[in-house]
């Protein structure tokens, strides 16, 4: 596809809002998350646009990070918790290092979405860094249809956990520093960086074309965990998945997967995503996800730099 392309900022966001209202979509996508994201990791966001007829055909968020005189594009930054960035077309299109016009002092890496159809993009001739994989429900069956889809021992965990009187709720802003003290001991635990309680509260404050939903399994005052799933019109991503290393195995992290997936259902979205799925690493968590979706679709990380990006960036990294 012959590039086209131009840098939307803010004062015209209201184009990609117009494009992505008119086309499939994700939040990860969507203006409201990223800039959350531009906000609390001192990023510049925007998006790259490519365009027919005067009209966007395509469009890729983008988060601008300087370092010294480099820049480095990121579309999708995994280690700002956005899962995944890449191309969403209209019409089916190529994606080949030639749509990526950079300066010589940059450089770009994307994590694209899966490779549904409904996002148009066709991924060619790329400097592929990894393969990732996630594993996704189609939501337009019924519910019935779903939990039949389901591993047994999912189907009898959920069944247990109701059984034991496990109850779900969903968080109102007012109760989101129950979340916070619960997110915050978790990464303790398991040596993980915590983002910051604004970050959040400005997620569920500023949600606009996006929802976010803070799900919790409890029994009485006992919390067994929380999940967070953020949902826009068409997609929906199981974002976070919250418990204790001493939770009891009583089932209710399957119920809230079961209710999280029913909520995207709820909110008319045609996919749920459990949001990458990796075998070698992470065998229990593949397996989790796999027992409520076994279909699994491909994720690409690849990037594009200049020999001059190079050049500089060896120098910057000697001088530094």
Not at 112 to 141: C, G, H, Q, W
Not at 262 to 282: A, F
Request: positive net charge; hydrophobic residues 35%.
């Amino acid at each position: 596809m012959k590039s086209n392309l131009k840098e939307i900022h803010p004062n015209e966001f209201n184009l990609v809002d117009e494009f992505l209202l008119n086309n499939f979509s994700s939040p990860t996508h969507r203006k409201e998350w990223n800039l959350v994201v531009s906000k609390y990791f001192n990023t510049e966001f925007f998006y790259f646009a490519c365009f027919r007829d005067k009209k966007i055909f395509g469009i890729c968020p983008v988060h601008r990070i300087k370092k010294k005189i480099t820049n480095y594009l990121i579309s999708g930054p995994k280690q700002y918790l956005i899962p995944y960035g890449g191309w969403i077309f209209r019409a089916k299109a190529e994606v080949n290092p030639d749509l990526f016009e950079l300066k010589k002092n940059e450089t770009v890496e994307v994590f694209s979405l899966p490779m549904l159809d409904e996002f148009n993009a066709e991924y060619k001739d790329l400097n592929v860094l990894k393969n990732y994989e996630t594993a996704i429900i189609d939501l337009e069956r019924s519910e019935d249809d779903i939990w039949n889809s389901l591993n047994q021992k999912r189907r009898n965990m959920v069944r247990k956990a109701v059984k034991n009187n496990v109850q779900i709720y969903f968080l109102t802003e007012d109760k989101l520093p129950e979340f916070y003290d619960f997110y915050l001991k978790a990464n303790q635990q398991y040596n993980l960086e915590s983002l910051p309680f604004g970050y959040f509260e400005d997620l569920m404050r500023n949600k606009g074309n996006i929802n976010i939903d803070f799900i919790t399994a409890k029994n009485g005052e006992n919390v067994f965990g929380f999940n967070v799933i953020l949902s826009d019109k068409n997609y929906s991503v199981y974002w976070l998945g919250i418990r204790l290393k001493e939770s009891e195995n009583n089932g209710s992290f399957d119920l809230l997967q079961w209710e999280s997936i029913k909520k995207s259902k709820e909110r008319n979205c045609k996919y749920y995503d459990l949001c990458y799925v990796e075998k070698e690493r992470l065998p229990n968590i593949y397996k989790f996800k796999t027992d409520f979706s076994d279909n699994i679709y491909p994720v690409l990380n690849f990037n594009k730099k200049s020999i001059v990006y190079s050049l500089i960036n060896k120098v910057q990294k000697i001088t530094d």
